[in-house]
């Protein structure tokens, strides 16, 4: 008779069989899934979000959006419905960190203060940015490095570029993709510890 009360009384704490084994399901795939994807995902979140200092938090609402969504259904490509899930988010964070309250805006009218000028934090992380950018061109081949400043930088067309390196349009093209990808691998590609899926 006791064996029964407490056979009963755990049953009565538990949730029911099929809330439980979609719990099981999720923590089994979210340890075996997710957590090997944190390396990439953190690089990508300090890659696309400007303060560090929420850079844990996102993850951690990218790993409940994840989570949550798998109680429901298991994603069956992981790494693509992590990645989403995390781009959401920072457009969701980004919609949400322009809107602007009309009390607030008219007592910044009352202040009389410059909305207009950035601040220390925008300046300095600006310059970060291009101390970047200048060490990703200088990694560039001169070649590839003189068709990306002329075309993306100054603006010039191809054939304006073709006229002043002295070679074919075609060839700037070539140079100009090159260019674009290689700082593309030099500014945002996977650190070297961290291995790509095929």
């Given at each position: ?98 809107v602007i309250p009309i009390e607030a805006a008219?007592?910044?009218?009352a202040l009389d203060i410059a909305v207009e ?76 510890n961290v291995r790509r899926k095929p």
């Amino acid at each position: 008779m006791v064996e029964s009360f407490e056979i009963g009384r755990m049953n009565a704490d538990e949730p029911p069989s099929d809330a439980a084994s979609a719990v099981s399901r999720a923590k089994e795939w979210f340890g075996r899934e997710v957590l090997p994807l944190e390396a990439s995902l953190m690089q990508y979140l300090e890659h696309n979000w400007r303060n560090a200092s929420d850079i844990a938090d996102l993850r951690q609402e990218v790993y409940i959006r994840v989570y949550t969504a798998a109680l429901k259904a298991t994603p069956e490509h992981t790494r693509q419905f992590v990645f989403t899930t995390a781009r959401n988010l920072l457009i969701d964070r980004v919609r949400h960190e322009q809107v602007i309250p009309i009390e607030a805006a008219a007592d910044m009218e009352a202040l009389d203060i410059a909305v207009e000028a950035p601040g220390p934090d925008r300046i300095v992380g600006a310059r970060d940015e291009l101390r970047r950018l200048q060490a990703a061109l200088d990694r560039l081949t001169p070649r590839c490095r003189e068709a990306v400043v002329l075309g993306r930088i100054q603006g010039l067309s191809k054939s304006e570029i073709a006229a002043r390196m002295g070679i074919a349009e075609i060839s700037v093209g070539q140079y100009l993709t090159e260019g674009i990808y290689a700082l593309a691998d030099i500014l945002y590609g996977e650190p070297p510890n961290v291995r790509r899926k095929p």
